[in-house]
């Protein structure tokens, strides 16, 4: 089992559904990274954060560390959001390495 | 000044060739890592530098060979590569302490021939 699961694998919905992508772990971690990538592009860091919550535009991030589970949640979703959504964990004994979810590749359909 | 920046993006090179691949930023951030990308792969850890030392190699062969001449730069020089390396060789900068939030560039997309 991987340390770092990811679901669902792709999801495809609508201009202006609300999106939500789930992230869950089964080591310690003392933070938990959300990251964005395009087709082809660079790799974007959306949120890191270690308790609680974090909005940034349309963009939410929760984490709850004692079920070991963390959410990005995309509100009024637009066909620019259309890219893959990487969950990466810093494990609680590592000052660098992250061990990575497989992604979930989002579509946003107009 | 929130950005990693890496040139070449696009690089061809045949087996015998000597290229090298070179990152910024000036964030002020003392870790800066190189990561390799396959396709519809998460990335790969292959070297750390801290305070301009190398602190992390992942066995990474020695046809790739890092190099960080000052806090700001860190180069990557390919030598003898094999055509599957070719990949998004992504570099990324972070503090050290605290969360460590890693700051990543767009990447060089790298073909070896």
């Known amino acids: 089992k991987n340390e770092v699961e990811q679901s669902p694998q792709n999801l495809t919905a609508q201009e202006g559904e609300f999106i939500t992508i789930n992230c869950s772990y089964s080591v310690g971690i003392s933070a938990l990274h959300w990251l964005q990538q395009h087709p082809g592009g660079g790799i974007v860091s959306l949120f890191m954060?270690?308790?609680?919550?974090k909005k940034h535009g349309r963009l939410i991030a929760t984490i709850n560390i004692q079920e070991k589970h963390s959410s990005l949640h995309i509100t009024a979703s637009h066909p620019r959001d259309s890219a893959v959504y990487i969950c990466a964990v810093k494990k609680i004994d590592s000052n660098y390495q992250l061990i990575w979810g497989a992604g979930t590749k989002l579509i946003i359909k107009p | 000044d929130t950005e990693v920046t890496q040139t070449p993006k696009h690089l061809v090179m045949g087996m015998t060739n000597k290229k090298s691949l070179k990152c910024e930023q000036h964030?002020?951030?003392?870790?800066m890592y190189w990561y390799k990308q396959k396709a519809k792969k998460p990335p790969e850890l292959m070297f750390v530098?801290?305070?301009?030392?190398?602190?992390i190699n992942e066995s990474v062969p020695s046809r790739f060979s890092p190099e960080c001449p000052n806090s700001s730069l860190l180069n990557l020089h390919l030598h003898a590569l094999q055509p599957e390396d070719s990949a998004l060789y992504l570099c990324?900068?972070?503090?050290?302490?605290?969360?460590?939030?890693?700051?990543f560039g767009p990447g060089t997309r790298l073909t070896v021939l």
């Open positions: 954060l270690s308790s609680g919550k």
């Open positions: 990324a900068s972070s503090q050290l302490g605290g969360l460590n939030e890693q700051f």
């Open positions: 530098y801290s305070y301009e030392k190398l602190s």
């Open positions: 964030m002020g951030h003392r870790a």
